[in-house]
């Protein structure tokens, strides 16, 4: 099966621009999530789909980012606009289930904001 | 609050020479251990979940084990494809919270 995948693999964008990352998640699975790793923390949590519907959304930093995911398949991460702190590497992955299995990985955006 | 701690962050061994990774953890209600292995520029890739103190995974030169505050990663005649960082993540229900890795380095 074809796994997660994420686009593009590196941006690199002026304070105050706009960018808007995507992932194709593996088919069928209705579970989609966003991740992020800024310079010399931890992978942490940004939010939780469920098909179309926003299920946690309690790791989102600020407004500045917005998360949809229009028809359950697909998703995209908009952030607007975009500040210093928001570099990092933002992860996309998917489960079919709550991922008590184990979720599946796309390789990364490599968000560089300068 | 919710915490995954590994150590050390970082380990250089030997090819052949076992050794075993740490990782504690304060999660609420844990639904889940993870064990990811990761590679540069690429994602996780996930390697086992474990559910109960006292449960035991193996996959090639891997075990994981749990205890109701620690999960161990044991790593048995390593070879330099097993270098990589490997991530501990613990899951309260649905998101799951990592831990910042450590850096494995097997020298041939």
């Known amino acids: 099966e074809a796994g997660v995948t994420q686009f593009p693999s590196h941006s690199v964008i002026e304070k105050g621009q706009t960018v808007t990352l995507r992932c194709d998640p593996i088919?069928?699975?209705?579970?989609l999530y966003w991740y992020r790793r800024v310079m010399g923390k931890e992978i942490k949590f940004l939010l939780h789909f469920v098909k179309e519907s926003k299920q946690d959304e309690s790791g989102m930093p600020n407004n500045r980012f917005l998360a949809e995911r229009t028809g359950g398949t697909y998703s995209t991460l908009k952030v607007q606009p975009a500040e210093l702190e928001d570099s990092g590497v933002y992860f996309c992955?998917?489960?079919?289930?709550?991922?008590?299995?184990?979720?599946?990985f796309g390789s990364g955006t490599r968000l560089t904001v300068v | 609050e919710d915490q995954v701690t590994q150590s050390p962050e970082a380990l250089r061994l030997q090819e052949g020479e076992s050794s075993s990774l740490n990782c504690s953890y304060t999660?609420?209600?844990?639904?889940?251990l993870f064990w990811y292995r990761q590679d540069p520029g690429k994602g996780p890739e996930f390697l086992f979940t474990l559910y109960s103190a006292g449960e035991e995974k193996e996959k090639e030169r891997l075990k994981a084990t749990l205890t109701k505050k620690e999960s161990f990663l044991h790593i048995t005649a390593p070879k330099p494809e097993d270098s990589a960082t490997y991530l501990c993540?613990?899951?309260?229900?649905?998101?799951?919270?990592f831990g910042k890795g450590t850096r494995l380095h097997i020298l041939p």
């Open positions: 999660v609420s209600g844990l639904r889940g």
């Open positions: 992955a998917s489960s079919q289930d709550r991922g008590y299995n184990g979720y599946t």
């Open positions: 088919s069928g699975h209705d579970n």
């Open positions: 993540a613990g899951s309260p229900r649905g998101k799951i919270i």
